[in-house]
């Protein structure tokens, strides 16, 4: 924790930012290792250059930031206070003049917006994002052990999602007797909607499970993930309910190879863009081109979505402790869709695969 913030401190002295105002949940936890969705409440973290951090909550969460182990200054408001005047008591006394402010520009409304503005009329409202990324982009050792246990039960995840695959049963079904088992384990929250299309409802790339029942001579469609200690995993994969016909098994066989090939193609001081590419050309050659509409994959850890952005136009060079997923895919409406996803850690001799349920195609007999 204090790492982090020092880093974020002498990145404001470097800007001459005098004060960081960050309001995101995920943020918030980032610096902070307390982890709270405070719903239409204010959560913050009030950042200084040379002065102890500030944490802001609801006063009924005081008691768990505390567990969580912030060590300075909480204002804990009740629903009746009202926190800016707090807030602003608290950063007068410790920076006399303020001309520079950051904030997450992304994440705070525009009511929140005005509150800054006008407690600080003369002072310049900067985004802190930028920064933040760079950090966050790259993961520490506690950090990846999280992600490794979150990618071992998504692993679970899909194994029990093929044991559950009957012929009547829906897809809905089967979703339910997945995030049954998970919570056995102790899992308590999904890193997203789960995904469970099968058909020709996994030719959606962002589908939603319903009452569509499975049958034989299907391609079932996996996506999900799940999060410990905060951080998330997200793993895809696509199995065949019995034997399919040749355009389906080539769709496969051609997702397959693009992913393989992309893997291959990640070491450090590759371009994200490069990845992408070595992914993309596989589908585009193989005739498909047209039906893989989406970037091969994101940078994962507390959110499901972080930078970096693995896009055919993203220049930025992969760096050791980066993780992100690979996921290629083919959508064909009224045929199949299929997509194969990993989560993976660039090392630095070259990418550690963390999610290891088998990708050659299984059929479930």
């Not at 049954?180 to 102790?186: A, D, I």
């Not at 507390?302 to 895919?329: D, R, Y």
Request: charged letters at 25%; aromatic letters at 8%; one cysteine or more.
């Amino acid at each position: 924790m204090q790492e982090r913030l020092t880093h974020l401190s002498n990145w404001m002295k470097l800007n001459e930012i005098q004060v960081s105002f960050l309001t995101s949940t995920e943020n918030v936890f980032y610096f902070s290792q307390f982890y709270s969705d405070p719903h239409e409440r204010l959560l913050a973290i009030v950042l200084f250059q040379n002065d102890d951090p500030i944490l802001v909550c609801p006063g009924m969460e005081k008691e768990e930031a505390k567990k969580a182990g912030w060590p300075y200054l909480i204002i804990g408001y009740s629903d009746t206070d009202h926190p800016w005047e707090l807030i602003e008591k608290e950063i007068k006394i410790r920076v006399s003049k303020i001309e520079r402010i950051a904030i997450e520009k992304e994440h705070m409304n525009v009511e929140r917006y005005e509150k800054i503005s006008a407690l600080f009329p003369n002072a310049s409202i900067l985004s802190a994002e930028g920064k933040i990324r760079e950090l966050r982009m790259i993961k520490d050792k506690s950090e990846l052990e999280k992600i490794r246990k979150a990618c071992t039960f998504a692993d679970y995840a899909i194994e029990i999602g093929c044991q559950e695959i009957k012929e009547g049963k829906t897809e809905l079904d089967v979703l339910a007797s997945i995030e049954y088992e998970l919570k056995k384990k102790g899992i308590s929250k999904m890193s997203f909607s789960t995904m469970v299309l099968t058909g020709a409802n996994a030719a959606s790339p962002h589908g939603s499970p319903g009452n569509t029942k499975i049958q034989k001579g299907d391609l079932v469609l996996f996506d999900l993930g799940v999060v410990v200690e905060g951080y998330c995993s997200d793993i895809t994969r696509t199995v065949a309910y019995g034997d399919i016909n040749e355009q389906q098994l080539k769709i496969y066989d051609t997702v397959l190879k693009a992913q393989l090939a992309a893997i291959k193609a990640s070491t450090p001081g590759i371009a994200c863009s490069d990845i992408d590419t070595a992914a993309r050309n596989v589908i585009r050659e193989a005739g498909y081109g047209e039906f893989f509409p989406h970037r091969l994959g994101h940078g994962l850890g507390i959110s499901i979505h972080e930078f970096p952005s693995l896009t055919e136009t993203n220049p930025l060079l992969l760096q050791e402790g980066m993780v992100f997923t690979i996921e290629p895919g083919i959508y064909v409406p009224e045929v199949a869709g299929v997509r194969i996803e990993d989560d993976v850690l660039v090392t630095k001799d070259g990418l550690e695969v963390l999610t290891q349920f088998p990708k050659e195609l299984q059929i479930i007999s």
